[in-house]
T-cell receptor, first 114, second 116 residues
Framework: AQTVTQSQPEMSVQEAETVTLSCTYD???????LFWYKQPPSRQMILVIRQEAYKQQNATENRFSVNFQKAAKSFSLKISDSQLGDTAMYFC???????????WGLGTSLAVNP | DAGVIQSPRHEVTEMGQEVTLRCKPISGHNSLFWYRQTMMRGLELLIYFNNNVPIDDSGMPEDRFSAKMPNASFSTLKIQPSEPRDSAVYFC??????????????FGPGTRLTVL
C-alpha cells in the first residue's frame, strides 16, 4: 500500500531563519507527483509546491524549495527566510500518475516565532 | 477564475436534521473530491468523481452520507440524519484531467459543520 509519513508532528523556527520539513513515502510506481500543501489558521488548503517524479530538478517557488530524493523516497520542504505568515499546518501528499486519489501525510504544525 | 466555491461556509444544526453541503468546482475541471477534517481523524477523503461519475466512495462513513454530481459544475454532499460526531470541516477540491497541472487538486474554503 502507498503511504506518506511526516515524522515531525510539530516544529518551530525563528523569523528569518530556515526550516526543513521532512516527508517520506512508499510506492512501487515510477510515475507520480508529490505535493506540499499549507493550511494556515484560516483553514484554507493552499498548494505550496509540486514535483513531478520524472524530473530530477528540485522544484522551487520563491522561498519554498524541495529536496526530492527519488531513490530514498524522500520529499522534504525547505522554507527560507521564514515569515510569521508561514505559521501553518503543512501536509505532504503523494499523487499516483493515473489521476487517482492523493495519499496524505498527517501533517506538521509549524510555528514561526518573532 | 473564482476558484472552488463552497456553501454554506458555516452550518449549525441539530441532531437528526438533514444537512446539504454544496460545491462548485473550477470551470473546466473534471475531477471533484469531498474531504472531511477533524482533530481526531485528520483529513479524510470521503468520495471523488471523475467526469461526474463516482469513482471511489470507500471513505463515506455510512449510509447517512450521500454525494451527487448531477453536472460538471455542481456537487452536493448530504447527511441525513446528522449526528454530533459529524461535526467537522468539509472541503471540496477539484482537479483537471488533462493539461499542465492536471494532477493538482485545488481546494475550496471549506464548510464548518456543527451538529448540536
Amino acid at each position: 500500500a502507498q503511504t506518506v509519513t511526516q515524522s515531525q508532528p510539530e516544529m518551530s523556527v525563528q523569523e528569518a531563519e530556515t526550516v526543513t520539513l521532512s516527508c517520506t513515502y512508499d510506492t512501487s510506481e515510477s510515475n507520480y507527483y508529490l505535493f506540499w500543501y499549507k493550511q494556515p489558521p484560516s483553514r484554507q488548503m493552499i498548494l505550496v509546491i509540486r514535483q513531478e517524479a520524472y524530473k530530477q530538478q528540485n522544484a522551487t517557488e520563491n522561498r519554498f524549495s524541495v529536496n526530492f530524493q527519488k531513490a530514498a523516497k524522500s520529499f522534504s520542504l525547505k522554507i527560507s527566510d521564514s515569515q510569521l505568515g508561514d505559521t501553518a499546518m503543512y501536509f505532504c501528499a503523494f499523487g499516483p500518475g493515473n489521476n487517482r486519489k492523493l495519499i496524505w501525510g498527517l501533517g506538521t504544525s509549524l510555528a514561526v516565532n518573532p | 477564475d473564482a476558484g472552488v466555491i463552497q456553501s454554506p461556509r458555516h452550518e449549525v444544526t441539530e441532531m437528526g436534521q438533514e444537512v446539504t453541503l454544496r460545491c462548485k468546482p473550477i470551470s473546466g475541471h473534471n475531477s471533484l473530491f469531498w474531504y472531511r477534517q477533524t482533530m481526531m481523524r485528520g483529513l479524510e477523503l470521503l468520495i471523488y468523481f471523475n467526469n461526474n461519475v463516482p469513482i471511489d466512495d470507500s471513505g463515506m462513513p455510512e449510509d447517512r452520507f450521500s454525494a451527487k454530481m448531477p453536472n460538471a459544475s455542481f456537487s452536493t454532499l448530504k447527511i441525513q440524519p446528522s449526528e454530533p460526531r459529524d461535526s467537522a470541516v468539509y472541503f471540496c477540491a477539484s482537479r483537471g484531467l488533462a493539461g499542465a497541472g492536471a494532477d493538482t487538486q485545488y481546494f475550496g474554503p471549506g464548510t464548518r459543520l456543527t451538529v448540536l
